[in-house]
């Protein structure tokens, strides 16, 4: 902790743009009226951390080691919890976990029980191919009753070029070939930026983060 506060750590560059995001939505959803009253964000854009799906599909765990180094940096500058910003690169959650002693917030698993509080029993996730082939999130779902359904045309997000990465308008084809059945109001896991216009606000933005985030 700093001066008595929380503070976050992100372990980014999985894909920069992903990373930038995560910030811009904690800045906005933190309620605050002044600098001085904003979270304190540590962030690693470290974007030497090979392709996630590609090393996922070769049977590979490179992407941990440098994962790992940066969960490490950001705990020594003082992070008391960290996030990581990439679907795909929660394949390799435990293994970071298990290297530094702050917690490390599982997406996949508060997705899940995001959607089971609010009574979902039926969730579209739009993902890479590693995602899909690792079973990131399937798990969680299914531990809880809920059915997780994928785009038919997963393939045209493959990789780590997909959303999050560099960025960029428009949508990818798997977001128009979601799965038959999905209903219409079921959320998805996908980076906002890529699916709709950010709506800019006030700097501090009006919303507190809920649940996770706080300042104690």
Do not use: W
Not at 109 to 123: N, P, T
Not at 187 to 202: I, L
């Amino acid at each position: 902790m700093i001066h008595g506060r929380k503070v976050i750590g992100i372990i980014g560059g999985m894909g920069p743009m992903a990373t930038a995001d995560l910030f811009i939505k904690i800045v906005e959803n933190t309620a605050a009226k002044t600098d001085q009253e904003h979270l304190h964000v540590l962030i690693d854009n470290n974007t030497d951390i090979p392709d996630r799906t590609a090393c996922i599909l070769a049977g590979s765990d490179a992407p941990l080691g440098p994962m790992v180094e940066s969960a490490r940096r950001l705990v020594d500058q003082g992070a008391d919890l960290l996030i990581i910003p990439c679907n795909t690169a929660h394949y390799f959650h435990q293994g970071v976990q298990a290297a530094v002693d702050v917690p490390v917030l599982n997406m996949p698993q508060i997705s899940a029980q995001y959607c089971a509080d609010r009574g979902l029993g039926c969730v579209g996730l739009l993902s890479t191919s590693g995602t899909v082939r690792a079973r990131i999130y399937e798990p969680y779902f299914e531990a809880l009753g809920i059915d997780l359904l994928h785009p038919t045309e997963v393939g045209a997000l493959s990789g780590d070029r997909g959303p999050g990465a560099a960025g960029g308008p428009g949508l990818p084809a798997g977001l128009h070939g979601a799965a038959p059945g999905l209903p219409r109001r079921g959320p998805g896991a996908f980076h906002r930026p890529h699916a709709a216009p950010r709506s800019r606000g006030r700097s501090g933005g009006g919303r507190q983060i809920e649940g996770r985030i706080g300042k104690d």
